[in-house]
């Protein structure tokens, strides 16, 4: 399965598993975080509900806006200028246009959710929001693997296999140099 993928439908399982448990037991949501045993207020079920539903409308919106999902009423054949074997999004794909946006705006959400559960776990120190840091966490680095090397397609040369873009400074490349006799 490619990383995007992955990526793609583990945030949306990771999103789905908290709205489920936020709209089914809202009480008992807010039983695990508050210190003191009480019940839940209404206005505290009805923000909680609020809230389920709103990360499970994210996890639809980014299955659907990655291409997971084919919102065309037919069936496109891949761009002639992507790789047959690459299953990763371009930007010149019709299918989905809005994928590259859609993991930037989701690896952000990860990453900055991870960053709030950190500091509630650090001010009180309670597992669920530890469980989060490493949900969040693992779930936005794969997001950031995405972007940094997932998102673009190399320029791989024909002629030796290897990727256009190596450079020699300030360390220099093996590789580059083996092939260098082979191109001249």
């Not at 709205?19 to 009480?27: E, F, G, N, R, Y």
């Not at 806006?65 to 992507?82: F, M, N, Q, Y």
């Not at 590259?100 to 950190?118: E, G, K, N, R």
Request: positive net charge; proline residues 5%.
């Amino acid at each position: 399965m490619d990383v995007f993928y992955a990526y793609t439908y583990s945030t949306a399982a990771w999103l789905s598993l908290q709205s489920a448990a936020l709209i089914s037991i809202p009480q008992g949501i807010s039983a695990m975080l508050l210190d003191e045993t009480r019940p839940a207020t209404q206005i505290e079920t009805y923000f909680a509900r609020c809230l389920g539903f709103s990360l499970l409308t994210i996890s639809a919106l980014t299955i659907m806006l990655t291409g997971s999902i084919p919102l065309t009423t037919g069936v496109a054949d891949p761009v002639a200028t992507e790789d047959p074997g690459s299953h990763s999004p371009s930007e010149s794909d019709p299918r989905a246009p809005y994928a590259v946006p859609t993991l930037v705006l989701t690896s952000i959400f990860h990453a900055t959710s991870a960053f709030y559960a950190y500091m509630r776990y650090v001010k009180s120190a309670k597992g669920v929001f530890l469980i989060a840091v490493v949900g969040y966490s693992a779930i936005a680095a794969v997001g950031l693997w995405c972007i940094l090397f997932g998102s673009t397609h190399g320029r791989i040369s024909r002629r030796t296999g290897l990727d256009k873009r190596t450079a020699r400074f300030p360390f220099g490349s093996r590789e580059a140099k083996k092939h260098a006799g082979k191109r001249a």
